[in-house]
């Protein structure tokens, strides 16, 4: 890269990389933190790779807390590896330091950087098939198991009541009423129909309260692109992005890999809205999830899996439209109406879950009794 920022500069001059720095690429397409890859080359005549990403500050206002997180969980992790015989180096992020032993380096403009060694032989994809899907269900109910008994209550909440649905619905009525833009009128049909599910809102927040749902620690980020897949085995070994590891309901880290992968979208001059929901992604991603977990989560936690898939559909299209009423400052927004058509695809999706929602539940309680495992 020939136009190097001043910054990106120091904040590789923080670190004491091994032999010569060869390249510095941006990397992946993530959209929250500014990603690159580092190619160094030892005296042996080796080639090293390293990620060097910027945290987002819009996303993460406290990143020294983001990073203690990050430092504490993958510490855990390595030494469950390494006890369960595996390679820490391959099946959790490795952490590099900066010269002067620290975590993160903290650039003159405030912004946070942390280092890792770039996990070799992997691939990471967004397009699924079921097999991958059961290989990215096996690998973040693994990550679930592996830290089932670390104190989740001790790690900091990166995104404060990330996942309240009530709280996100109560915004959106507020929004509703008050108008800001004089946009409601174009939104009336998506705001009905969410407001028709006012008691879906409360079915895991109410399972919470009634103590029914333990807190766990969840990873609050499942979509694909954060598993690596071995380029051999094509199993999920490492799960990156933990960004917002923190206290959660595994409910919704189950959902969300649902509603962002297990997903067919329509031909596109058909109705451009249209998300279906892929029964065998799902049915994979649920068989490789339950094979890691039916052990441990309670029969709550379990039955309740079909519903964080709705939920966290429900309440995404929540959140895509209030970020539109409000004018598009939360999701970045290049298109006319582009909050608004995100909501209608999410929506779409939940129609669809609704009506395969029977045979989402059979499917669950398949692979959590003991036989289907
Ligand atoms: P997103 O917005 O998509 O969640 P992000 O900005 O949070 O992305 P990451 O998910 O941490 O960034 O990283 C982006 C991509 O880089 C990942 O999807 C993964 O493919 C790859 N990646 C991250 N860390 C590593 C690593 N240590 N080794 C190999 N690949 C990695
Ligand atoms: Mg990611």
Known sequence: MTDMTAELRKAIQAYDLPGVLLKTEPYGDGHINDTF??????????????????????????????????????????????????????????????????????????????????????????????????????????????????????????????????????????????????????ARTEADFILAREADCRIITQARRDGLLPLRVTHNDTRLSNVLFDVQSRQGICIVDLDTTMPGLVIFDFGDAIRSAAILQQGKKKDPEAVHLDPDLYEGFTRG?????????????????????????????????????????????????????????????LKDMEAQFAAMQAIVQKYAAPSGA
């Open 37 to 186: 890859c580092l190619t160094c080359r030892r005296e042996d005549g080796q080639l090293l790779h390293f990620m060097l990403q910027r945290l987002s500050r819009r996303a993460f206002p406290h990143p020294e807390e983001v990073m203690e997180n990050f430092v504490r969980i993958t510490g855990f992790l390595q030494k469950k590896i390494l006890e369960a015989g595996g390679d820490p180096a391959r099946e959790t992020l490795t952490l590099i330091r900066t010269r002067d032993g620290q975590a993160f380096y903290t650039d003159p403009r405030q912004n946070v950087w942390r280092m890792t060694a770039f996990v070799e032989g992997t691939f990471s994809l967004s397009d699924p098939t079921p097999g991958l899907m059961e290989a990215a269900g096996h690998a973040f109910g693994r990550f679930g198991r592996q830290l089932r008994d670390f104190p989740a209550e001790t790690l900091h909440e990166t995104i404060p009541s990330f996942h309240h649905t009530e709280l996100h619905l109560q915004k959106l009525k507020k929004i509703l009423r008050e108008d800001p833009l004089g946009r409601a009128a174009l």
């Open 289 to 349: 999830f339950l094979a890691q977990t039916a052990d441990f989560l309670t029969k709550d936690e379990v039955d309740l899996l079909p519903w964080g898939a709705r939920i966290i559909t429900l309440e995404l299209a929540i959140r895509y439209l209030s970020d539109y009423l409000e004018g598009d400052h939360y999701f970045r927004s290049v298109l006319p109406q582009q909050n608004l058509l995100r909501c209608r695809r999410q929506l779409s999706l």
